[in-house]
């Protein structure tokens, strides 16, 4: 394709997303295709002829936007915010036009540069000390894997350079509470350290918030045992409920006996743009990896995951690779973000956060993030004062864990599977309307409801008819 | 911003891309700023105003596009082909325009069931058969970790679910050689087996192709040793100089003692898309997992990473995490491709694949690839015709390894350090120049240049114009 061919058809192409863009409030929230519906509506065979423009347009309306769950709807309430501001999707579609290769500073200056700069604008603009360096992961899952590998790495001694995991003293040990992340447990299981050696410490009832004390014991009996603690991984803002692990009473604890600490605020950084909030991650100056998601709530379109360290040296000592023909003559004067991280080559992607803060500005998304806020306090309110209804966690952010609980026949409190099962009815009955849509979560074993406020276009009255229609489908039989 | 104002400035931007696609030819391939200069152009401090969108392309003339080595470049030599087709980059921004988020099927039907059909049409159009199951990694290097991490939990006996690799019977090993790309030894460290268990079997002299006879006797020792094979990593395509492994051989190696078998096609698979190359890597069948690159020489914009394994129970056995809250009740009906892979949440990359084979369509990638294979024979054919010029390597695909050893005052071939200084000014006085760019590489402890053809718009007449300035910087003192 010619850049004039490209230049015919790109056109088209931003007319068609602005377009849609704008008619996402009027389209069904959850998708409503069926499994393999769109599949079997393409062709099985690869294209044998080259086709126009116009018919790629076709089959996006067609068959692609009936098969997206609309996550930039203001009614999308599921998961975690997952914005894709326009500002940010114009810095993509920058870096999708320079084409470039990111392999090494000298394969593209400007990208590690780039990067360098808006890591630490973010960095600046949390709040954090400028003993952090940060790089730009595609997730907050691949971050956590680093993190336990530089854990793995340091707690054995720098093993990989021997003969590995395997050669370890002692059986290496990582904690963490069952609220964190799935992606946590993956990345321990990932790193080599097993499951067995994953310790789950017990959680406040209520928060569900690590207990400091509980952690310190698990780490003495480890001791006791002939154990290796390794790593900590703290949640700031988990998923299910944005549980708050006490990063400062844990740090206390993991520097005591040199074990590495990652924080996984993937959700909940985006909140440390708002000064006012940065009391939820207190002591994260002595965490040793820290990971959080522009991409979420912040809204720089995925995939946009930072990821911070202030041991550069450990970092590079345990990523990096120096192969002959990728030496140049800049080798030690620049940052070479290929040994920051586990691929080699990356995407521009420092351009979607430089484009977001440039062209909607800090302040704009300040403003957002807490009517956000307001808006959750605002429903919490709503569910507490309304008879039959409970509020399951702290509003700490943005999402606020609800669950309906009638009268039975009998004029007792539902439980049991016969909750579970009008939780899961009142909740599908509204996502597969496609009005809204919310997530189930299990709770102390029981179903419950997340609604996760956040998206770009979701107002206060978007929320109060969320409220409407929860009611309504909580009160049908 | 509005769609209305993303409407307007994604104009701009179309032409701005546009533009700078068409100037391309124009501009030094090497980018030509000192280390610090991008970064200095950029305030310290975040933003605190916004700007117009104008200012942003201002400085992305300014700032980015000299801070740009232009892989894009006809006179591109260096590393690999890393071709961004602006078919392909319209796929790039039809999914950033979506912003669709990929953590389930739930999330985003279209993205999973897209993926699966563009992953199999690739299968197609490389011949392999249709027991291989696709997806989309950002790079090669991360499809690695993973094929490591699957060798690793076959030969443990699934360890991750227990007290993990440190509860291995004996330690595992990996097998491969020292042609091998940087990532492969990466791999093996990330995934924990250390660098002690990764033996470099011996290579031939001059094809630099993995000896299967002596992969099997280091199979014996290990075996006699007490020690576990759990994987041979096997290049198709290695990257000095494209040297191609013997997959048949090795595989049937592997296969009698059960052996993981990763093939790293990377910079080959594209050629794999001619059915006259296909006999390069002949077996591979009867491997395990193989990972290639559209994004390199067939052009599918950076990231596109295929990665196709043959046994997806145990892929998922390895990678999944089924967490309640993204329960849906499609499981089990889906492909949920966050049990494939290292990162839960996957941007709609399949796209650029769909755009690019509907777009520019198969027979004119395939056209475009033989006409680089002549271009490299032509080349080839130059050098070896030439006086005190080598050709290093056979000349499998598209990429020519070649020195000049010129006679020292005493009349006697250059050698030593003063050959490789010799290399070394040659190609820095052409890569300074931004006239072209090529990379250097060592072989066998000396410096060599590798020109690695393949840039979508690399001519004959532009491998011909190398040609000179590459006879007329060696014979320059």
């Given at each position: ?24 409030p ?8 069926q ?9 099985p ?30 009614m ?7 914005n894709?501001?326009?500002a ?12 470039t290769l990111?392999i ?16 630490d ?10 003993r ?12 956590c ?6 854990a793995r790495?340091?707690a ?8 590995g995991l ?22 321990v299981?990932?790193?080599g350290?097993?499951?067995?050696n994953?310790r ?5 009832p209520?928060t569900r ?24 991984v ?7 409920t ?35 909030c ?9 965490a040793?990896s ?11 379109i ?30 030690g ?11 080699l ?16 500005g800090?302040?704009?998304?300040q ?10 306090q ?14 399951l ?29 009008h939780t ?29 406020i956040?998206?770009?276009d ?12 929860i ?7």
């Open positions: 394709m010619t850049p004039e061919e490209f230049r015919k058809a790109g056109h088209e192409l931003i007319d068609w997303i602005a377009d849609y863009r704008q008619k996402i009027g389209l069904p929230v959850r998708a409503q295709v499994p393999g519906e769109v599949r079997t509506a393409l062709p065979q690869p294209p044998a002829k080259i086709e126009e423009f116009g018919a790629l347009l076709t089959d996006l309306d067609r068959i692609i936007v009936p098969g997206i769950t609309q996550v930039q709807h203001p999308h309430y599921g998961w975690f915010p997952s894709a501001s326009l940010s999707v114009l810095g993509d579609i920058a870096s999708s036009g320079l084409g990111g090494s500073w000298e394969s593209c200056p400007a990208l590690t540069e780039v990067e360098e700069v808006v890591c604008w973010l960095r600046q603009l949390t709040g954090l000390s400028d952090w360096k940060g790089t730009i992961h595609d997730t907050a899952s691949t971050a894997v680093t993190a336990m590998i530089l790495e340091r054995s001694g720098m093993s990989k350079n021997g003969s395997q050669g370890a003293a002692a059986p290496l040990i990582v904690y963490s509470t069952g609220q964190a992340h799935s992606s946590i447990a993956k990345a299981q990932l790193a350290f097993g499951n067995d994953l789950f410490i017990e959680e406040d209520y918030a690590m207990l400091p004390g509980a952690l310190a014991l698990a780490i003495e009996q480890d001791l006791a045992a002939g154990n290796i603690p390794a790593g900590i703290c949640s700031v803002g988990a998923t299910a944005t549980a708050m692990d006490p990063v400062d009473a844990i740090a206390a604890v993991a520097s005591r006996h040199g074990i590495w600490l990652h924080v996984d605020a993937a959700m909940a950084g985006s909140a440390m743009l708002l000064p006012e940065r009391h939820l991650w207190r002591g994260v100056e002595q040793d820290l990971a959080w998601n522009p991409h979420k709530w912040m809204g720089t995925l995939d946009t995951a930072l990821f911070y360290v202030r041991d550069v040296d450990h970092l590079e000592r345990v990523m990096s690779t120096n192969p002959t023909y990728l030496h140049s003559s800049a080798d004067q620049v940052t070479q973000y290929r040994d920051w991280g586990i691929p080559g990356r995407r521009f992607r420092a351009l979607k956060l430089w484009f977001h803060l440039r062209l909607d800090i302040d704009a998304i403003a957002r993030l807490r009517r956000d806020l307001d808006n959750a605002w429903l919490k309110a709503q569910v507490e004062s309304s008879e039959n209804w409970e509020v966690a702290p509003v700490a952010l943005q999402t606020v864990c609800i669950r309906h609980v009638p009268l039975d026949d009998a004029g007792l409190p539902l439980c049991g599977d016969a909750l579970d099962r899961l009815a009142w909740l599908g009955r509204i996502n597969a309307s496609g009005a809204a849509f919310m997530s189930a979560s299990v709770l102390d074993g029981r179903w419950m409801v997340r609604v996760s956040g998206v770009e979701t107002t206060a009255a978007h929320v109060a008819r969320l409220w409407e229609l009611q309504a489908s909580a009160s049908t039989n």
